[in-house]
């Protein structure tokens, strides 16, 4: 069996748990900045997307904390109805907590149904949307308990390498046609990110106002992430930390994973408002990938796109890379779905590529 703790390496996106009484129970969204070495080898250094720093509220909170008590980012059924007495983690104060649908109430101004949950750590009951729950799942040794049926395998013929090439020259109107939007895809930095459900995905009533201007909305201390045009690093993006504004187009920001070049401290450099972009909202965990689907893969401190272009035994995978021409195996841990920030808005491909 694969090392369940395989996925907990610099950059992965975490759900935390807290040992503190009044946070028992509830998981909060980060990202992995480094794992600890030598004798605290169990110890990850992380960086929360929702809570701040007691000592810098523009800053966000980063703390050490043992291997126990993370886990990948929990899957959703968007759209899901809920049950009477279902077990759901509900999105409450920042964070995920567990409790039990005690009522099923009338509709909300949108027309879904409301939820009455009670939270046994706190003896609390309140009210939520179906968008503010999900189904509350344990990892137990690396796998989700109850298990998350992402999409069914069919067989797929397995494609030749120039099939896959294929992909890289469908024009951009070709491939705008056959996106779909992400369910929640309008983030506002300063208003929304770290606010809302999804670690700050906007609401149902988000205005096309908030999906425009994002250059003036960087803020100190938010998330993003961050590409290059350097030869070697089209196509990647590394995740950063904005420090401040210099200009109406260039930030100084501050990275997760990379270093200086004597390697003693978090790499600092102006970037361009045209290579940054907000960290990506949060996407349901896949069991497993499928042939032809576009995917991010944690390569060298970064996440490049790619293409499966074989399925392997074992929850690995072969990626290939239309800009380097190259083909990688890689871990189901190693990857993530791949998603687009265009015009203001998180896009993604179809789970499956269509020649």
């Known amino acids: 069996m694969a090392d369940p703790n395989a996925y907990f390496k610099k950059g992965a996106l975490v759900e935390i748990s807290s040992d503190e009484p009044d946070f028992r129970g509830a998981w909060f969204l980060g990202t992995v900045i480094s794992r600890s070495r030598a ?3 169990n110890q990850v250094f992380v960086q929360y997307h929702t809570l701040m720093s007691d000592h810098d509220e523009t800053k966000f909170l980063r703390e050490k904390v043992d291997v126990i008590q993370l886990r990948p980012p929990a899957p959703r059924e968007m759209g899901r109805a809920f049950s009477l007495g279902e077990e759901v983690d509900a ?11 005690t009522r099923i109430s009338g509709q909300d101004s949108a027309g879904g149904a409301r939820y009455s949950v009670y939270f046994r750590g706190t003896r609390e009951e309140l009210d939520f949307g179906a968008d503010e729950l999900r189904l509350h799942r344990e990892w137990v040794r690396g796998e989700w308990v109850p298990p998350f049926e992402f999409m069914s395998n069919t067989n797929v013929e397995e494609p030749s390498k120039n099939a896959v090439e294929k992909l890289g020259e469908e024009t951009f109107a070709e491939v705008a046609n056959s996106i779909t939007n992400v369910e929640e895809p309008c983030i506002d930095i300063v208003e929304n990110f770290g606010k809302g459900t999804l670690g700050g995905v906007a609401s149902d009533n988000a205005n096309e106002e908030s999906c425009i201007g994002i250059g003036e909305k960087f803020r100190k201390g938010a998330f993003v992430e961050i590409t290059s045009d350097e030869d070697g690093f089209q196509g990647a ?18 990275y997760q994973s990379l270093t200086n070049d004597d390697g003693t401290e978090l790499l600092k450099e102006k970037a361009n408002i045209k290579h940054i972009r907000p960290f ?3 996407t349901a965990v896949a069991d497993y990938y499928s042939l032809l ?8 401190d970064g996440w490049w796109v790619g293409v499966i272009s074989k399925v392997l035994q074992g929850k690995k995978y072969l990626i290939y890379f239309r ?8 871990n189901h841990s190693d990857l993530r779905p791949h998603q687009d920030w265009i015009d203001g808005k998180w896009v993604m491909a179809p789970k499956v590529a269509r020649l």
Do not use: C, R
């Open 280 to 282: 990506p909202p949060e």
């Open 91 to 101: 999105y409450h104060l920042d964070g995920w907590w567990e409790g039990v649908i």
């Open 237 to 254: 993006w590394f995740a950063a930390t904005m420090l401040e504004k210099l200009s109406s187009d260039e930030y100084m920001v501050e």
């Open 323 to 330: 800009g380097t021409n190259e083909e990688m195996e890689f």
């Open 293 to 300: 689907q576009e995917v991010d893969a944690l390569y060298n």
């Open 39 to 41: 004798k605290q080898k």
